[in-house]
């Protein structure tokens, strides 16, 4: 079975400082990992994805997150916080092998960044 | 239609009663997912298919069908609505790369 842990359920951060989204996994075999963002009565967009090579991985609207195997994690980063990054984040998991391609998310981290 | 469409937008349904939620993509994606949020527990997967004609069963496929008749449409029905499942339902579809695509979501309320 997999598994993924979003331990904060909100960050408060002020517009301009670093953000981080924590994400830590469970999974057999070598792990999928994606970040999506939602914001307030809208579907999830997609912001990035590990596969598989460099452990850090770019994305849209500036993010970025650093795949770390002994660690089991995936946390989500940002240099500079901006007000509209204001939204709720997904982690989600899946195994390399489900042909299925299905995905284990997390419950959810809400960002809230103060002007 | 550019990505993945849902209908109805929002729906009150009577306990009891029927419902059918409509999905519709146009990227020709074969991987096509039903999800439901909840507060607090995230999405949890309902039903999937990877190819016109196949489906599975997710997480929580209980009092939930679907059906695969061709690449673009994955319907998913609630046979006999509970308040329970009153919830934000989302579509969504998945490229060759793995990344899924979703829809804008129908927030239904069972009364």
């Known amino acids: 079975a997999q598994s993924v842990a979003q331990p904060e359920d909100q960050v408060n951060v002020a517009e301009g400082n670093p953000l981080t989204v924590k994400c830590t996994y469970s999974?057999?075999?070598?792990?999928?990992l994606f970040w999506y963002v939602q914001y307030p009565n809208r579907g999830l967009q997609f912001l990035l994805k590990y596969i598989t090579g460099d452990n850090l991985v770019k994305g849209s609207y500036g993010f970025e997150a650093e795949f770390n195997k002994s660690q089991t994690s995936f946390h989500l980063k940002k240099p500079s916080a901006l007000v509209s990054d204001s939204a709720l984040y997904f982690c989600a998991v899946r195994r390399s092998t489900d042909s299925w391609g299905k995905l284990q998310f997390g419950a959810g981290t809400q960002v809230v960044v103060t002007p | 239609i550019a990505g993945i469409t849902q209908a109805p937008t929002s729906q009150i349904l009577a306990a009891g009663r029927r419902m059918t939620l409509r999905c519709t993509q146009d990227?020709?994606?074969?991987?096509m997912y039903w999800y439901r949020q909840d507060l607090g527990l995230g999405l949890r997967l309902i039903h999937y298919?990877?190819?016109?004609?196949?489906?599975g069963k997710g997480e929580v496929p209980d009092g939930y069908s679907v059906s695969r008749a061709n690449t673009d449409d994955f319907p998913l029905t609630l046979a006999s609505a509970v308040p329970s499942q009153t919830s934000v339902y989302f579509c969504?579809?998945?490229?060759?790369?793995?990344?899924?695509?979703f829809g804008p979501g129908t927030r239904l309320t069972v009364l």
């Open positions: 298919s990877n190819t016109a004609g196949t489906t």
């Open positions: 969504a579809s998945s490229d060759s790369g793995g990344t899924q695509y």
């Open positions: 990227m020709r994606h074969n991987a």
């Open positions: 999974v057999s075999g070598n792990p999928y």
